[in-house]
């Protein structure tokens, strides 16, 4: 038996771990760090006990390990009003995380009957307990996952899709305002006489980085979406291998090759689209993106007829 208040303990343990971000699962060492009556181990169970029966912790597995989720008490009393079939349902839903889980999956975990399934997603869509996500590796499939979480890139597929759907003219509209913006940064505005501007000399170090790159992105009104290093970087490859551009000062900068360079040989890797494609990993025969309904390959197709 515990030697202080497992209640008022609990309940000090429980409102620190709400300050921790929603996604983050608790080692039990973690919980005895919390307050210093919680002197060993067995002590720090007592109280995860007592939130686990109040239904205020949840049991969570990570590899082997056993750790611990936080509820709150809004949720909690939402989960108060299900059904049993409903909360067998939101608990597989659950644990599935940003990935979600199809409803195929999800029918063989529950093992419940197609009509009652189908009802209970329903009735849990409509309280917005959950919601169905389209996945753009799996666009056929049925994927629900909880009602406020953000789907991951695996299922989105990153900042280039729409609806599952590649934004062809959004990745266009973007290459052309960065090819544009290092353009601007590599050749200075012409004196007077002069028909055009001229690069400027070897020693120059102003070209711009991917960090000041992206900043840039951010700091206009390109789009709203959140453009990570990552996603800029994607960018950046296509128009190196389009010729538009190169990295210099040791590939840390970029700078336009408008005019100041031809190619000496033809690549049939970056000739063709495929070669520098922001989305080529997720290209593949009954995919999203594919051969037979690429605009890119297309467009070349007809270009070399």
């Not at 060492?29 to 109280?47: F, N």
């Not at 759907?165 to 290459?175: K, M, R, T, W």
Request: a negative charge.
């Amino acid at each position: 038996m515990a030697n202080f208040d497992v209640a008022a303990v609990a309940e000090k343990v429980y409102n620190k771990s709400l300050q921790a971000p929603p996604t983050h699962l608790f080692q039990s060492y973690e919980i005895q760090e919390m307050d210093p009556r919680l002197a060993s181990a067995s002590d720090a169970q007592h109280v995860i006990n007592h939130l686990l029966n109040e239904g205020l912790f949840k049991i969570m597995m990570q590899g082997r390990d056993t750790v611990f989720k936080v509820v709150s008490k809004e949720i909690v009393g939402k989960l108060g009003a299900l059904s049993s079939d409903e909360l067998i349902i939101y608990e597989h839903i659950e644990a599935a995380g940003r990935e979600g889980i199809w409803t195929k999956i999800l029918k063989t975990r529950t093992n419940q009957h197609q009509t009652v399934m189908t009802k209970c997603l329903k009735s849990l869509e409509n309280r917005r307990f959950i919601k169905c996500i389209k996945s753009v590796k799996n666009p056929g499939r049925k994927i629900y996952m909880l009602y406020e979480l953000q789907p991951s890139i695996d299922v989105t597929g990153g900042p280039w899709f729409t609806d599952a759907e590649l934004d062809a003219e959004f990745i266009d509209s973007l290459l052309l305002a960065l090819e544009k913006f290092i353009q601007s940064r590599t050749f200075p505005k012409p004196a007077a006489g002069q028909p055009r501007s001229v690069p400027y000399p070897a020693s120059y170090t102003g070209y711009p980085s991917l960090s000041q790159i992206t900043q840039w992105v951010k700091n206009t009104d390109l789009t709203e979406v959140d453009l990570g290093e990552q996603d800029i970087r994607a960018l950046l490859d296509v128009l190196v291998f389009d010729g538009k551009i190169e990295r210099v000062l040791g590939g840390t900068a970029y700078k336009s090759l408008r005019g100041t360079k031809e190619a000496d040989s033809v690549n049939g890797l970056t000739e063709a689209p495929c070669g520098r494609c922001p989305v080529f990993s997720l290209c593949e025969e009954g995919g999203p993106v594919s051969a037979s309904n690429c605009v890119y390959w297309k467009e070349w197709l007809d270009a070399a007829i």
